[in-house]
């Protein structure tokens, strides 16, 4: 009888299960997981011959599975609660933080960035140029814990002596983890305004204004939320404006054609990043043109998303600051959209970015 | 196609299951000859042509032999089926390995073929090679229905891992098999625990030995560690792996015969290859050791023949010298243990068990490299070559963070819980044994669907043989 049993509910739960994932309606996109989803792949004798139809199918019928988002969340309390793994797929939880393990420096990354750094700097570079690495958040959480972290001394030092054509100006020691947000990678706009007139004071400019914070309404779940699989309290998204912030004129020139905008993007505060908000997020060259200016400098930063919030910071104290992010356009290209005509430059790039630099070209 | 994958558990399965169950009994060996192709060609759809040519041409040189039984044509007809299904072996497999010391050893540069490795080539070979020596020597009946002999060499459970199934112990259930609700439950749990041991416990060692190849950060103890961790996800992975091959074989009324029998409590490596890898180790002997004559000869001849059996258990494993030394390594040991000190072993009481498990480490440490060079600096770290530290961040990490696995898997690679569960089956606890068998299956079979549908570290060690 208990066989029977067995097998009948085995069997019942085999069928189920698999009808439900044969008729279950496609998804296009995890929200969680902020990735779209495997489609079926197209059935062809070339596609089932190569094994290509087979190999979209494994990660179709695994990106498409019923409830997988529940089924992550399992799997994650699972391996850290019952098999007691301090991690799950990297992401660990440690001080009110998740953050993902990431200790290897990937020295010819390093060196990969300064060789393009360099060649941009040779050929458009005509004022001053500075260089500034942002400190993952692993630099203020791993330090004293068990959890692997990288030598980010060392790894500033590696990027130093590679790139002894611009100055270096550090920021480690004004941040700590508090400038994080708890669920993302990424720094707090609010908590950075320090940082942002350190940075503007050492390229000989100086931000003087005050700024009033507005929060959004939503709450805010980085990256990393999603990632890890567990539920985690949501991040409070708060950006800084004034009346020089409120004058800017921003222009996004993804598209090939210049396109006005705003410094905050609310469409995108509604989005599936919040943290896009800040000048669009994604976007391979913005200009922001301050009529407000106390100075006819311009600036132009080469820069990856950690540059979208603190950017709007810095640019007060120019006329015109060009942001350039080289993982969303050639730098061979360059000249169609920046012009270089005796502005400073500031290349601002997280050790995360430049750790795997080949995304940028 | 994996076992442990969505799309064999809840779409491959399923259909074949039916299919199977609603086939009339004289179509169910068709029925698993056609599914088991398609599973193979999910995996490789080229060399499919290849396993049927090889069961065509053995299917006719088992009629041939038993034809010309007693006679020299019969020699000549298992001559061919060797030659055949050993020169496919030794082409796909071992060609660029050839090619590749024949240019180190001649300076010249013969281009290498760079052929992709059928899977599951080294096990099927060994299994229709027991068939057409049987079939020689007498031992089987010769098999009439290529549908059966093609099930047979394709089964699908046993296809691309093994065990090596030897056809004379299935030839009876080719023929007839049964099916109960008896049977498919024992098969049921056989399954389920084999996936638990693979998806749960070999792919979490198998993150923390990919950890430690990535790491910047390594010590001696990380290099230890990695030992210990490798040696168990190989022995959960593998012997996960013929678990659910002979739960599926039970469901489909097959018994097949076990590949693993705790090989760690072993007190001699002679008793560890008694419980490793059965299958393999019985074909060897069966079809290599005893024909050269076995233990039946001089003492040299015995050497030649001991040596020449763990050259080619190494060899099989794959085409590298580090998976050779492996092979001689063992065969080294257990010449020392038949000629030295075997008989001292049993005396030493957990002196045995610990020179068991060093020398076991230290092979697998070797059989994990992907060469002699990567074998030689893995085991350089473990004495401290290098001028490594004892200790390191990333050790101390990883020996926390997988500590409960470790340990989960360390009593799991013994019989403690086997024994435990057979002794509570015998007191009044087996009522309450009975009640939460069932959901504790299920249990399981949802934490590895919640692995799998996370798309988490999910490979295959033995898939490269």
């Avoid at chain 1, 069997?11 to 496609?26: D, E, G, I, R």
């Avoid at chain 2, 558990?9 to 609603?22: E, T």
Wanted: charged share 20%; with cysteine.
């Amino acid at each position: 009888m208990k066989n029977k049993i067995v097998t009948i509910v085995f069997a019942v739960v085999l069928f189920m299960v698999s009808l439900t994932a044969f008729f279950k309606p496609v998804d296009s996109y995890s929200e969680s997981e902020r990735r779209p989803l495997e489609k079926l792949p197209d059935v062809s004798a070339e596609s089932i011959l190569s094994g290509s139809f087979m190999a979209g199918f494994e990660k179709y019928a695994t990106d498409q599975f019923p409830g997988r988002d529940f089924l992550r969340g399992c799997k994650a309390a699972f391996a850290t609660n019952v098999l007691q793994k301090k991690d799950n797929n990297a992401l660990f939880v440690k001080d009110g933080h998740i953050s993902k393990i990431d200790s290897n420096i990937n020295e010819p990354m390093l060196d990969y960035a300064a060789s393009l750094f360099e060649r941009l700097t040779k050929k458009h570079a005509e004022g001053k140029v500075y260089f500034s690495i942002v400190p993952d958040k692993n630099c203020y959480l791993t330090k004293e814990s068990i959890y692997p972290s990288m030598d980010y001394e060392a790894f500033i030092e590696h990027m130093k002596q590679k790139t002894p054509f611009m100055e270096y100006v550090d920021i480690t020691h004004l941040l700590d983890l508090d400038d994080y947000y708890t669920t993302d990678t990424h720094w707090k706009q609010e908590n950075i305004t320090h940082v942002a007139a350190f940075l503007a004071n050492k390229m000989g400019t100086d931000l003087t204004k005050d700024y009033t914070q507005k929060e959004i309404e939503r709450a805010f779940y980085g990256v990393y939320h999603g990632q890890l699989a567990l539920p985690f309290k949501a991040d409070k998204m708060v950006y800084l404006t004034n009346d020089v912030i409120d004058n800017f004129n921003v222009t996004y020139y993804s598209t090939g054609e210049g396109v006005k905008g705003d410094v905050y993007n609310m469409k995108k505060a509604q989005g599936r990043d919040m943290y896009e908000m800040f000048l669009s997020g994604s976007e391979s060259v913005v200009v922001i043109e301050n009529p407000n200016a106390e100075k006819d400098k311009e600036l132009v930063i080469f820069r990856d998303s950690y540059a979208s919030s603190i950017a709007p910071l810095i640019a007060q104290g120019y006329k015109k600051t060009t942001l350039v992010d080289l993982r969303y356009m050639q730098s061979a290209f360059l000249e169609s959209y920046v012009d270089f005509g005796g502005a400073d430059a500031l290349f601002l790039y997280s050790t995360s970015v430049l750790n795997t630099a080949t995304s940028m070209k | 196609m994996l076992f442990s994958s969505i799309p064999f558990l809840y779409y491959f399965l399923p259909i074949v299951l039916i299919c199977y169950f609603l086939a009339p009994k004289c179509l169910k060996n068709a029925v698993l000859l056609v599914f088991s192709l398609a599973f193979y060609a999910w995996g490789e759809p080229r060399y499919v042509f290849l396993m049927a040519l090889t069961i065509i041409v053995n299917y006719l040189m088992g009629l041939l032999i038993d034809k010309y039984q007693g006679k020299r044509l019969s020699k000549l007809f298992l001559l061919i089926s060797c030659v055949f299904s050993l020169g496919s072996l030794a082409y796909f497999k071992y060609a660029d390995f050839f090619i590749a010391n024949f240019n180190r050893v001649t300076g010249l540069n013969v281009k290498l073929l760079n052929i992709a490795l059928p899977i599951g080539i080294s096990f099927y070979t060994f299994q229709i090679l027991s068939y057409t020596i049987d079939v020689y020597h007498r031992n089987t009946p010769v098999q009439k229905s290529i549908v059966a002999l093609g099930a047979y060499v394709t089964l699908f459970p046993q296809l691309i891992a093994g065990p090596i199934v030897r056809y004379s112990d299935v030839e009876r259930e080719l023929r007839e098999r049964y099916h109960s609700f008896d049977k498919v439950a024992d098969g049921i749990r056989r399954f389920i625990i084999g996936l638990s041991k693979k998806v749960i416990i070999a792919n979490s060692l198998g993150e923390m030995c990919d950890a430690f190849k990535l790491s910047d950060d390594k010590s001696v103890l990380f290099y230890w560690l990695f030992a210990v961790g490798f040696s168990l996800q190989i022995y959960f992975d593998f012997s996960g792996y013929s678990d659910m091959a002979i739960g599926l074989g039970k469901i489909f009324g097959f018994n097949f015969l076990e590949n693993f029998n705790y090989p760690f409590i072993s007190k001699s490596i002679t008793e560890f290859w008694r419980r490793w890898h059965m299958s393999l180790g019985s074909w060897f002997r069966d079809y290599v050791y005893i024909p050269m004559g076995g233990n039946r000869v001089g003492k040299l001849r015995l050497f030649v023949n001991i040596f020449t059996v763990w050259f080619l258990t190494g060899f099989w494993h794959g085409a590298e010298w580090n998976f050779i030394v492996w092979g001689l390594f063992f065969g080294v040991l257990l010449t020392l243990e038949k000629f030295f000190y075997g008989k001292h072993l049993a005396k030493l009481k957990v002196l045995n068990h610990i020179y068991v498990l060093f020398a076991v480490l230290i092979s697998f440490v070797i059989f994990s490299a992907s060469n002699m060079g990567e074998a030689m600096e893995y085991l350089g770290g473990m004495f401290g070559y290098g001028n490594l530290p004892l200790v390191s961040k990333d050790f101390i990490y990883n020996a926390i963070s997988y500590a409960f696995i470790i340990a989960l898997a360390i009593i799991g690679s013994t019989p403690i819980v086997k024994d435990l569960y057979n002794k509570l089956k015998e007191t009044k606890c087996s009522v309450v044994l009975n009640v939460l068998e069932l959901p504790v299956l299920l249990i399981l079979l949802f934490v590895v669907t919640a692995y799998l549908a996370d798309g988490s570290f999910n490979p295959f060690l033995y898939f490269r043989f």
